[in-house]
């Protein structure tokens, strides 16, 4: 049975890179196939993605006759094929790291919205705002006292589907360098994370890629 993942831009694609990161690390086998998603190939694009796919976006996992189209999604099938090696066992501990995968599925709660994904590769990146100081505060603080409940060395004790959710959320606030003296913990684990083979590798790509600019970003 083929196992195909529509994937998208490196530089530009977030959502693909969660996916992919949890099919890498659950060592699942399956063909890639990148999808340009920047301006102006995007729309036809995505119209072919929506053939086959309702949302009309990437990341998409193609399995057989199955259609998975959603990055969480992928992310949780990864770990049931994987026989559950990205999730903890115990239920309060995987509840934590579902809580953990829900808050940045929903965006945070708006963390940071005009600190793109895409900005992470910009060669001159602005100062962030106090607004954008206080929220990166905000996350920090949550991977710091999740931390210090699990003991680490990652969010839930063993690399689980939270660490990876947050990659890309790492690589943008990361990228416009705020301050986390107050957070070692926190910046122990996201140089942890970034250190990850599977990491380096979607980065290195990404940073060969001419940068994707969006409006708003100033």
Aim: glycine share 6%; proline share 6%.
């Amino acid at each position: 049975m083929s196992r195909i993942l529509y994937s998208g831009t490196r530089n530009a694609s977030s959502w693909a890179f969660r996916a992919w990161l949890a099919l890498k690390e659950a060592h699942i086998d399956f063909e890639e196939r990148i999808v340009d998603i920047r301006v102006p190939q995007r729309f036809d694009n995505l119209a072919r993605i929506q053939a086959f796919s309702p949302p009309g976006a990437v990341p998409v996992l193609v399995e057989g006759d199955h259609v998975i189209y959603d990055s969480l999604a992928i992310m949780e099938y990864a770990n049931d094929l994987s026989g559950g090696r990205l999730l903890p066992l115990d239920p309060a501990v995987r509840a934590t790291a579902r809580s953990l995968l829900a808050w940045q599925h929903a965006g945070l709660s708006g963390l940071c919205a005009r600190l793109s994904f895409e900005s992470a590769f910009y060669p001159d990146r602005r100062a962030i705002t106090a607004n954008e100081q206080a929220e990166s505060e905000r996350v920090a603080t949550t991977w710091e006292s999740t931390l210090e409940l699990c003991g680490g060395p990652y969010l839930v004790g063993q690399l689980s589907l939270a660490d990876l959710a947050f990659v890309p959320t790492v690589i943008r606030l990361l990228a416009h360098a705020p301050d986390l003296r107050a957070y070692p913990l926190s910046v122990e684990w996201a140089s942890r994370l970034l250190s990850r083979p599977a990491v380096e590798e979607w980065m290195q790509q990404a940073r060969e890629l001419p940068p994707v600019y969006l409006d708003g970003y100033r």
